[in-house]
């Protein structure tokens, strides 16, 4: 059976720049991080694939709706195709931990063992991408490996890590 190699990407702060927003929700705020296309593309040619994981709390506070979220993510499918780049999907959480409790919002692991099953990633050769700890914990605990950016900070600055 083929097993994928999957890059993981956790969106605000590491696929777009949230510089000077708590949560981005409206098309015209949605910018992608510099070197984000490059990096994609140079993963791309070494055989990854990509799965966008994020929690999006804000749905459970009433700070915007699902249908926000949603047109964000046509906007950010259309324009990585532009660049020859293909998601295999998105998955986030709706959920926020201060309002209730679920078994999707990371740290939890849920999203990206949803992706592993449907997919069949392979996790020893898989990654994922975040800008919190929480990130990297839900990595772990699905396991595959977790690498840890500034948030906003380009990912070509960790592709030694993941192109070996």
């Excluded at 696929?15 to 791309?44: A, C, M, R, W």
């Excluded at 195709?81 to 959920?95: D, G, M, S």
């Amino acid at each position: 059976m083929f097993m994928r190699k999957v890059v993981f990407l956790d969106r605000d702060g590491v696929i777009n720049d949230d510089t000077g927003h708590y949560y981005i929700y409206k098309p015209d705020d949605f910018v992608f991080n510099k070197g984000l296309i490059e990096s994609l593309q140079t993963l791309k040619l070494h055989g990854f694939e990509f799965v966008v994981i994020s929690n999006q709390g804000g749905i459970s506070r009433g700070t915007y709706t699902k249908d926000d979220v949603e047109k964000i993510h046509v906007k950010m499918i259309r324009e990585l195709k532009l660049n020859n780049i293909q998601l295999l999907a998105v998955y986030y959480c709706p959920h926020h931990d201060k309002i209730e409790k679920c078994l999707c919002r990371k740290p939890n692991s849920l999203m990206i063992e949803k992706a592993m099953a449907r997919f069949q990633i392979d996790p020893k050769l898989s990654y994922l991408i975040g800008d919190n700890s929480k990130d990297v914990e839900a990595a772990h605990k699905a396991g595959i490996k977790g690498i840890k950016i500034d948030t906003n900070q380009s990912i070509l600055t960790v592709l030694d890590q993941i192109i070996k």
